[in-house]
């Protein structure tokens, strides 16, 4: 799928600005080099992944490709990481919707930046990306506003039945229970994201540790002290510590981090 020559094709714009940011697999690599997914997820991008290298054999067999993914679940807790993780593995480009330029104060142009970004998609071999769909896809029976959010969510409906070709269409969203439930119905894969387990803490702890040479209990003590931290917060938290291992050019203990997490106090801990 990666070797598929992309089409020369302008992203379309919105308030003058670009209706998205576009990532390359260069960069996607980049952002995804400390990725930590669970067993659950890690298993359905793999299969999710493996599929996309045997269209022949899924169309020998009248069996539709799976093209549409929608991940949910808490903050911080590599959603967006996994949509760069895809891309990269595809070598595709990540075309990151921009919520604030697609969004317009004349909701029927909202629906039709919405269809532009999806035409463009259509049109260039891609991983689309829409962060927190829920903006757009809320339930149409809760909605106060006039008619036209309901239309919006119509347009959006439209959108994924008429999504075809080489691209990807990933969504992601930590209020679930708001999106509408023919939304959910399009989707052909779900993955539900959580706060990591103690051997994802391990995991990622490691990883953003890097090459410095720490003693094994740091790390089994670090993550202790960042349990029920998301992904996020604990990055923070270990990039404080590194900053202080630099400034004192020291190495990397326990009490740098436990420092660290008490200055940046992730509100997940909040005592």
Known sequence: MGQQKNKSKMLPKSKGIDAASVYSPAECRRKVKHIVLNEANAKIVEEFLQIQQMQDKFEAAD????????????????????????????????????????????????????????????????????????????????????????????????????????????????????????????FDTRMHYDLPEETECKSYISKLLGSELVEPTIIDDAAQLLRGCSFADMEQVMIKARRKVIIEESSMDYTKIKNAFNDYFPNTMVQ
Not at 68 to 88: N, S, W
Not at 118 to 132: I, N, Q
């Open 63 to 186: 069996v539709p490709m799976p093209n549409k993914i929608v991940m949910f679940g808490p903050p911080g807790t590599g959603k967006t990481l996994t949509a760069f993780y895809i891309a990269e593995r595809l070598n595709l480009p990540l075309i990151m919707v921009r919520l604030d330029a697609i969004i317009h104060s004349h909701l029927g142009e909202t629906g039709s930046n919405l269809r532009k970004i999806f035409e463009y998609a259509k049109s260039t071999s891609c991983v689309l990306f829409l962060d927190e769909v829920d903006a757009i896809a809320r339930a149409r029976d809760s909605i106060d506003e006039v008619k036209e959010m309901a239309r919006v969510v119509n347009t959006l409906l439209q959108c994924l039945d008429e999504f075809d070709g080489s691209s990807i269409f990933v969504a992601a969203t930590n209020l679930q229970a708001e999106l509408d439930h023919a939304i959910w119905r399009r």
